[in-house]
Nanobody
Framework: QVQLVESGGGLVQAGGSLRLSCAASGGTIVSYGMAWFRQAPGKEREFVAAVSRIGVKRYSDTVQGRFTISRDNAKNTVDLLMNSLKPEDTAVYYC?????????????????WGQGTQVTVSS
């Protein structure tokens, strides 16, 4: 059973940066697509960024150009570097592992999820 554990969340001022990390255990991420989603208070969980098995990356329009997803298969980790943070980026951020190797934009395409890490951006 794969377990995903996120870290790196916290409180940051608008314009600042944070790096989230997702560590996988109980299995390897090397064959699977990985992604970050987020859920703001009172809103549905939404796609943020994804990286395929071979390193293809996709981002939501709201974070394109500000966030960078990366994976380290040797360390079994996936990171999300978040720059130029805005108050509207405030949310719980979740790491997810896809059941296949490519990019996925929908929650149903992911079968393993972390418990989330809180990111709060103050204005």
């Amino acid at each position: 059973q794969v377990q995903l554990v996120e870290s790196g969340g916290g409180l940051v001022q608008a314009g600042g940066s944070l790096r989230l990390s997702c560590a996988a255990s109980g299995g390897t991420i090397v064959s699977y697509g990985m992604a970050w989603f987020r859920q703001a208070p009172g809103k549905e969980r939404e796609f943020v960024a994804a990286v395929s098995r071979i390193g293809v990356k996709r981002y939501s329009d709201t974070v394109q150009g500000r966030f960078t997803i990366s994976r380290d298969n040797a360390k079994n980790t996936v990171d999300l570097l978040m720059n130029s943070l805005k108050p509207e980026d405030t949310a719980v951020y979740y790491c997810a592992q896809k059941y296949a190797s490519g990019i996925g934009f929908e929650e149903v395409q992911y079968n393993y999820w972390g418990q989330g890490t809180q990111v709060t951006v103050s204005s």
